[in-house]
């Protein structure tokens, strides 16, 4: 039988000098911000708590709730809220974007972000097995990411929106020097046709030849929309 591997990749928050590695989905109070935080979830096994210990013993550990989680509470742990069961109380913005490395000054990009608006950069891992797959072998053109950076904003549904989401992108536009690409299900629909075309990188003809193909009439057009050319 075939044998399956992975990494396990805990969520680590960079706060200043503090960071936060967080799983299972836990409604708490931030010790950094003091609001409401629901953290992502992410089931591990038992023998997975090993991968993890080189992060516990770097110290300054703010929060540390990864355990193991059953599947079905893992499922549910979005569905209700403390004060409504509707799922929409929280608006975000948000951006992300793939690294090849991480610079020095990417660093300090992120650390004047935090300093001057308080709030945290996620930076996650890519690579392994994702990474060894050929370019042109699917339409996912990044192989090439090391890691990814995403960056958000939230507020309360039914606050006006307008400058939370001013503030997202005036943080997003220090990263994006950095930036060799975004994962296009995470677009918030402010990209243009043009950017979102360039994401494919050399994948883009060979995606419009499907489309083409299969689509000339645009029917399937919402989204990351790559348009026919018939």
Not at 24 to 47: E, H, M
Not at 70 to 76: G, L, N, P
Not at 88 to 98: E, I
């Amino acid at each position: 039988a075939a044998k399956a591997t992975f990494a396990l990749k805990p969520g680590v928050w960079f706060r200043r000098d503090r960071f936060v590695m967080h799983s299972p989905v836990r409604r708490q109070s931030s010790p950094l911000s003091g609001r409401k935080s629901t953290y992502p979830p992410v089931q591990i096994p038992q023998a997975s708590s090993k991968a993890i210990q080189p992060l516990r013993a770097l110290g300054g550990v703010s929060v540390d709730n990864i355990k193991p989680t059953d599947y079905v509470a893992v499922q549910r742990a979005g569905d209700q809220k403390e004060t409504s069961t509707d799922a929409r109380v929280m608006a975000y913005y948000m951006k992300m974007g793939y690294l090849k490395g991480i610079k020095p000054e990417l660093v300090a990009a992120v650390m004047e972000s935090i300093e001057r608006t308080g709030r945290g950069v996620v930076f996650g891992h890519c690579g392994g097995a994702i990474g060894r797959v050929p370019t042109k072998d699917t339409a996912f053109a990044h192989r090439y990411a090391t890691n990814y950076i995403l960056s958000s904003v939230r507020w309360d549904a039914g606050e006006n929106s307008a400058d939370y989401i001013r503030q997202g992108r005036e943080t997003w536009k220090n990263f994006e020097p950095f930036i060799g690409g975004f994962y296009i299900n995470d677009m918030q629909g402010d990209e243009s046709a043009k950017a979102v075309d360039a994401n494919y990188l050399e994948n883009f003809p060979r995606l419009v030849e499907v489309k083409n193909k299969y689509d000339p009439g645009n029917l399937f057009r919402l989204n990351a929309n790559i348009k026919p050319t018939v």
